[in-house]
T-cell receptor, first 111, second 114 residues
Framework: NAGVTQTPKFRILKIGQSMTLQCTQD?????MYWYRQDPGMGLKLIYY???????DKGEVPNGYNVSRSTTEDFPLRLELAAPSQTSVYFC??????????FGDGTRLSIL | DQQVKQNSPSLSVQEGRISILNCDYT??????FLWYKKYPAEGPTFLIS?????DKNEDGRFTVFLNKSAKHLSLHIVPSQPGDSAVYFC?????????????FGGGTRLMVKP
């Protein structure tokens, strides 16, 4: 099993550009999450989903959008990239309150 | 307002000795606590967890202790091995937040010297 797969691994964006970070899981987990990790800090929740068609905001949702049309996929959209969104982004999935499984992250730089 | 804090950014331990990583929290409604381990360029990996109805959980070389009255938990690694060198994150869930949301501490970098 691949687990949680994130693409791309690295990306450089210019200010104002948009992009979608892809996340897919093959464990049939109902819950999926997006976190960001800034240097020297812990992970902060951006958005989460408890099932297909259901999404909700986390702690730091501003500047991001998500959708969950299937159980497997949970893409994260940046519409107008800003330097403050330079970070490492992690996608995770779980069964309800079971421990979350994480992907290896997308390192995003906005210049 | 940091609800989960790891006050030691780094810890250095000799191989074979005990490593103790600490974590404090402020939200008394947290009811489930986890430790994750993270290597560079990889995602966090689940290590061990504890429910608030327990005060200790053990898994091989790893033991987590929970002191609810002090709002404090710790991770003990005995004996420490060089492969344990990584960043360790404490996380908590519950706390009135829906959807299994995890609140993370800032991490402690553990270095185990051969």
């Amino acid at each position: 099993n691949a687990g949680v797969t994130q693409t791309p691994k690295f990306r450089i964006l210019k200010i104002g550009q948009s992009m979608t970070l892809q996340c897919t899981q093959d464990m049939n987990h109902n819950y999926m999450y997006w976190y960001r990790q800034d240097p020297g800090m812990g992970l902060k929740l951006i958005y989460y989903s408890v099932g297909a068609g259901i999404t909700d905001k986390g702690e730091v949702p501003n500047g991001y959008n998500v959708s969950r049309s299937t159980t497997e996929d949970f893409p994260l959209r940046l519409e107008l990239a800003a330097p403050s969104q330079t970070s490492v982004y992690f996608c995770a999935s779980s069964y309800s309150r079971q421990p979350q499984h994480f992907g290896d992250g997308t390192r995003l730089s906005i210049l | 307002d940091q609800q989960v804090k790891q006050n030691s950014p780094s810890l250095s331990v000799q191989e074979g000795r005990i490593s103790i990583l600490n974590c404090d929290y402020t939200n008394s409604m947290f009811d489930y606590f986890l430790w994750y381990k993270k290597y560079p360029a990889e995602g966090p990996t689940f290590l061990i967890s504890i429910s608030s109805i327990k005060d200790k959980n053990e898994d091989g070389r790893f033991t987590v202790f929970l002191n609810k009255s002090a709002k404090h938990l710790s991770l003990h690694i005995v004996p420490s091995q060089p492969g344990d060198s990584a960043v360790y994150f404490c996380a908590a869930s519950g706390g009135g937040y829906a959807g299994n949301m995890l609140t993370f501490g800032g991490g402690t970098r553990l270095m185990v010297k051969p």
